[in-house]
């Protein structure tokens, strides 16, 4: 930005040339007027001290053509000032000559400048005159005098039109580019100083932020802007405070949330050219909502590609378990059978009256018995059995499995809470099964609540439109669920001690338990999660560890299948 | 009933047959013969005519099924009924198509008591 020759050089050029001239007609020209000679040299000392205050002064300063004309003529000035301390010239007529020539380069303009010169030349010339100077044998010598201040007001002229203004002319130009560049940019720029002041902003930020014009908005803080939200106007005050702290480009997004805009902000530390330290922050803001939009759909996509994913991988288990179960169940069952068929030959066979024996038999009954409902529950997996979808009252459908787990209920001190919207939800499903999985999950629900304090269950049923993508809805054939539809939601809540969210993505697998090994066999929600599959539904759940889980069960509405029989 | 139910049993698994032989035939209600093998069971069912045939579903050399299609073709069999007893629990393995070729069928799963098919095959020999 600085010129190679700068104005305040050039200032310290013409002290320097009054110091050298000075001293040159102090030391090696004969004085005329020796007393004076000494205050040559006060004003030489004098001069250097000025130019230490001078050097402070900071560069910028000098491109106020005031400040920088008054430089120029007062050591214009002061240069015949030190020829006459050094007492060279006897003449008060020198100085004024001096004077004269430097008065006429106040002005900025070359049209003023010669006006200037022409008064000035007719002035000095009758003070010529008046002395007598013009006449006699010195006359000559002085009359030159005239000419010769025209022609350096010309030289001076010259100077001034060419190279200053056409220096200052440029400056100007490349001003009106940076404008021009800062007007026409799609972002939204300002310059802010410590407290959050605004020192410049482009019109797109002005308009953007709904002020009628930049003075509005100038010497207003960020408060201003973020429509008095003290605490966004703090977080953007806290980043220019961070720029001005580490001197450095901060960079950061933000939510505009009365805009619903993100922005990507570039802070930029602005520093003065002479300590170098930073003196106020520069801040970019680009709209990059769309890209954050963009970014949140892939997000989104991806977690339900994930979700996806790990479902299929759940259902490839459950399938060739599935396979497993039923080749496990066939060998197994068949030597059960001849255990029956060998134990009731023996029971008939052996005598009566022995009552250990007909204990030890109905031992072995047991056991066959147990082993065999083991196998039965392991099969529910395989098994493909027969399965009628109709329409059922849904309450009356509650109701029932509610009645069921009665007992239970009573006896764990539990309290029921029923919420059903509406009384006649009519769903499509299969009775039996779905009694399988409210039952199940009204059991779980009560063993999770066993050793708590609290022991709530609820139950809610009601409507739903589904509106968000999730397992088994959306847009896709496969799907049960379109966006749109109508779905029937059941809600199985507990007051109990959650599940672990470790635990989380293995609820559904078959075998996974979190209950003792003798009171749970891991397969009561994995059964209930096939159940759901294939009745079109789906199950999902919610939980937080020492607070409750809630089991969302999602239905098909009978009216969606208008032909199906009443149950 | 004067005379004795004929009862042929087909099933691969020697000790079942010997203890379903041994818990029927002990009032002399039953009269039992066994195959071990599908072929043997036809031979069988053709030379001895039995009132009832209780058929495994999965043995060695035969299906239950393919059995019970056989005894279907042919004439002096076709009319003798089936009862499958069978470990395999899921109903989808006895299926449609095996029920049009075999006619009406009967499924009994594994295991199960002498008295529970004691009770079956009466029932099943009461109906028309």
């Given at each position: 930005?600085?010129?190679?020759?700068?104005?305040?050089?050039?200032?310290?050029?013409?002290?320097?040339?009054?110091?050298?001239?000075?001293?040159?007609?102090?030391?090696?020209?004969?004085?005329?007027?020796?007393?004076?000679?000494?205050?040559?040299?006060?004003?030489?000392?004098?001069?250097?001290?000025?130019?230490?205050?001078?050097?402070?002064?900071?560069?910028?300063?000098?491109?106020?053509?005031?400040?920088?004309?008054?430089?120029?003529?007062?050591?214009?000035?002061?240069?015949?000032?030190?020829?006459?301390?050094?007492?060279?010239?006897?003449?008060?007529?020198?100085?004024?000559?001096?004077?004269?020539?430097?008065?006429?380069?106040?002005?900025?303009?070359?049209?003023?400048?010669?006006?200037?010169?022409?008064?000035?030349?007719?002035?000095?010339?009758?003070?010529?005159?008046?002395?007598?100077?013009?006449?006699?044998?010195?006359?000559?010598?002085?009359?030159?005098?005239?000419?010769?201040?025209?022609?350096?007001?010309?030289?001076y002229g010259y100077l001034i039109t060419t190279r200053l203004k056409g220096k200052d002319r440029k400056i100007r130009e490349v001003q009106e580019q940076y404008e021009q560049i800062?007007?026409?940019?799609?972002?939204?720029?300002?310059?802010?100083?410590?407290?959050?002041?605004?020192?410049?902003?482009?019109?797109?930020?002005?308009?953007?932020?709904?002020?009628?014009?930049?003075?509005?908005?100038?010497?207003?803080?960020?408060?201003?802007?973020?429509?008095?939200?003290?605490?966004?106007?703090?977080?953007?005050?806290?980043?220019?405070?961070?720029?001005?702290?580490?001197?450095?480009?901060?960079?950061?997004?933000?939510?505009?949330?009365?805009?619903?805009?993100?922005?990507?902000?570039?802070?930029?530390?602005?520093?003065?050219?002479?300590?170098?330290?930073?003196?106020?922050?520069?801040?970019?803001?680009?709209?990059?909502?769309?890209?954050?939009?963009?970014?949140?759909?892939?997000?989104?996509?991806?977690?339900?590609?994930?979700?996806?994913?790990?479902?299929?991988?759940?259902?490839?288990?459950?399938?060739?378990?599935?396979?497993?179960?039923?080749?496990?169940?066939?060998?197994?069952?068949?030597?059960?059978?001849?255990?029956?068929?060998?134990?009731?030959?023996?029971?008939?066979?052996?005598?009566?009256?022995?009552?250990?024996?007909?204990?030890?038999?109905?031992?072995?009954?047991?056991?066959?018995?147990?082993?065999?409902?083991?196998?039965?529950?392991?099969?529910?997996?395989?098994?493909?059995?027969?399965?009628?979808?109709?329409?059922?009252?849904?309450?009356?459908?509650?109701?029932?499995?509610?009645?069921?787990?009665?007992?239970?209920?009573?006896?764990?001190?539990?309290?029921?809470?029923?919420?059903?919207?509406?009384?006649?939800?009519?769903?499509?499903?299969?009775?039996?099964?779905?009694?399988?999985?409210?039952?199940?999950?009204?059991?779980?629900?009560?063993?999770?609540?066993?050793?708590?304090?609290?022991?709530?269950?609820?139950?809610?049923?009601?409507?739903?439109?589904?509106?968000?993508?999730?397992?088994?809805?959306?847009?896709?054939?496969?799907?049960?669920?379109?966006?749109?539809?109508?779905?029937?939601?059941?809600?199985?809540?507990?007051?109990?001690?959650?599940?672990?969210?470790?635990?989380?993505?293995?609820?559904?697998?078959?075998?996974?338990?979190?209950?003792?090994?003798?009171?749970?066999?891991?397969?009561?929600?994995?059964?209930?999660?096939?159940?759901?599959?294939?009745?079109?539904?789906?199950?999902?759940?919610?939980?937080?560890?020492?607070?409750?889980?809630?089991?969302?069960?999602?239905?098909?509405?009978?009216?969606?299948?208008?032909?199906?029989?009443?149950? | 009933?004067?005379?004795?139910?004929?009862?042929?049993?087909?099933?691969?698994?020697?000790?079942?047959?010997?203890?379903?032989?041994?818990?029927?035939?002990?009032?002399?209600?039953?009269?039992?013969?066994?195959?071990?093998?599908?072929?043997?069971?036809?031979?069988?069912?053709?030379?001895?005519?039995?009132?009832?045939?209780?058929?495994?579903?999965?043995?060695?050399?035969?299906?239950?099924?393919?059995?019970?299609?056989?005894?279907?073709?042919?004439?002096?069999?076709?009319?003798?009924?089936?009862?499958?007893?069978?470990?395999?629990?899921?109903?989808?393995?006895?299926?449609?198509?095996?029920?049009?070729?075999?006619?009406?069928?009967?499924?009994?799963?594994?295991?199960?008591?002498?008295?529970?098919?004691?009770?079956?095959?009466?029932?099943?020999?009461?109906?028309?």
């Amino acid at each position: 930005m600085t010129p190679p020759f700068s104005r305040k050089k050039s200032i310290f050029f013409i002290r320097m040339v009054v110091i050298i001239t000075t001293a040159y007609f102090i030391l090696f020209t004969p004085a005329v007027n020796k007393q004076l000679e000494n205050w040559g040299y006060l004003f030489i000392v004098f001069y250097m001290l000025t130019n230490l205050l001078v050097a402070r002064i900071p560069e910028k300063f000098f491109y106020d053509d005031k400040i920088f004309y008054g430089f120029l003529l007062s050591d214009s000035i002061l240069l015949p000032a030190g020829i006459y301390f050094s007492g060279y010239v006897g003449s008060d007529l020198y100085l004024i000559y001096f004077l004269i020539v430097s008065l006429i380069t106040i002005s900025s303009r070359f049209k003023y400048l010669m006006i200037n010169a022409i008064i000035f030349s007719c002035i000095y010339g009758w003070m010529l005159y008046q002395k007598g100077f013009l006449t006699g044998p010195l006359a000559v010598s002085y009359s030159i005098r005239i000419p010769f201040i025209l022609a350096t007001t010309m030289f001076y002229g010259y100077l001034i039109t060419t190279r200053l203004k056409g220096k200052d002319r440029k400056i100007r130009e490349v001003q009106e580019q940076y404008e021009q560049i800062v007007q026409a940019t799609d972002v939204l720029m300002c310059i802010v100083n410590h407290d959050g002041n605004f020192l410049f902003a482009n019109q797109k930020l002005v308009t953007f932020y709904g002020y009628l014009n930049k003075k509005n908005l100038l010497g207003s803080n960020f408060s201003g802007i973020y429509n008095g939200d003290k605490a966004e106007a703090e977080k953007a005050l806290s980043y220019v405070k961070s720029v001005f702290q580490k001197n450095d480009m901060v960079q950061h997004e933000s939510f505009n949330k009365h805009h619903d805009i993100w922005f990507s902000n570039t802070l930029s530390p602005i520093r003065d050219p002479s300590t170098g330290e930073v003196s106020a922050v520069c801040i970019i803001s680009k709209d990059i909502t769309n890209r954050i939009k963009e970014e949140k759909k892939l997000i989104d996509t991806v977690e339900l590609l994930r979700k996806t994913r790990d479902q299929l991988i759940q259902k490839d288990k459950m399938a060739a378990l599935g396979r497993m179960a039923s080749g496990i169940a066939h060998e197994i069952r068949n030597p059960l059978e001849i255990i029956y068929m060998g134990v009731d030959y023996l029971e008939y066979n052996l005598p009566d009256d022995n009552p250990h024996i007909r204990k030890s038999i109905e031992k072995i009954f047991n056991a066959v018995n147990r082993t065999n409902n083991i196998i039965k529950n392991i099969l529910s997996f395989s098994r493909q059995s027969e399965y009628k979808i109709t329409q059922i009252p849904l309450i009356s459908l509650l109701s029932n499995t509610l009645a069921l787990a009665n007992h239970t209920i009573r006896k764990n001190g539990v309290s029921v809470y029923r919420e059903y919207d509406d009384e006649f939800l009519e769903i499509a499903g299969d009775r039996n099964m779905l009694e399988q999985v409210f039952l199940n999950l009204v059991n779980n629900a009560i063993d999770a609540m066993k050793d708590c304090k609290k022991k709530k269950l609820t139950v809610r049923a009601y409507k739903k439109l589904v509106t968000k993508i999730g397992y088994k809805s959306g847009y896709r054939r496969a799907d049960f669920f379109s966006i749109g539809d109508e779905m029937i939601v059941v809600e199985i809540s507990d007051t109990g001690k959650g599940i672990p969210e470790k635990a989380m993505p293995k609820i559904f697998e078959p075998f996974f338990t979190t209950k003792p090994t003798n009171e749970g066999t891991g397969l009561g929600l994995s059964l209930s999660h096939m159940i759901m599959d294939r009745l079109s539904g789906t199950i999902d759940v919610e939980s937080r560890e020492n607070q409750g889980t809630t089991f969302f069960i999602k239905l098909q509405p009978a009216s969606r299948m208008p032909d199906l029989k009443k149950a | 009933m004067s005379k004795s139910i004929k009862v042929l049993i087909i099933d691969d698994e020697k000790d079942f047959c010997y203890f379903v032989k041994k818990n029927l035939m002990r009032d002399g209600m039953f009269d039992v013969i066994t195959a071990t093998s599908g072929k043997y069971g036809i031979e069988l069912a053709e030379s001895e005519q039995p009132d009832i045939i209780l058929l495994d579903l999965v043995m060695p050399d035969m299906f239950g099924s393919e059995v019970a299609a056989v005894l279907k073709e042919k004439a002096d069999t076709a009319n003798i009924p089936i009862l499958y007893i069978t470990a395999l629990a899921t109903d989808d393995d006895i299926g449609e198509n095996e029920e049009k070729k075999t006619g009406n069928n009967h499924i009994l799963p594994k295991p199960v008591r002498t008295k529970k098919l004691i009770e079956t095959i009466l029932n099943i020999l009461r109906k028309p």
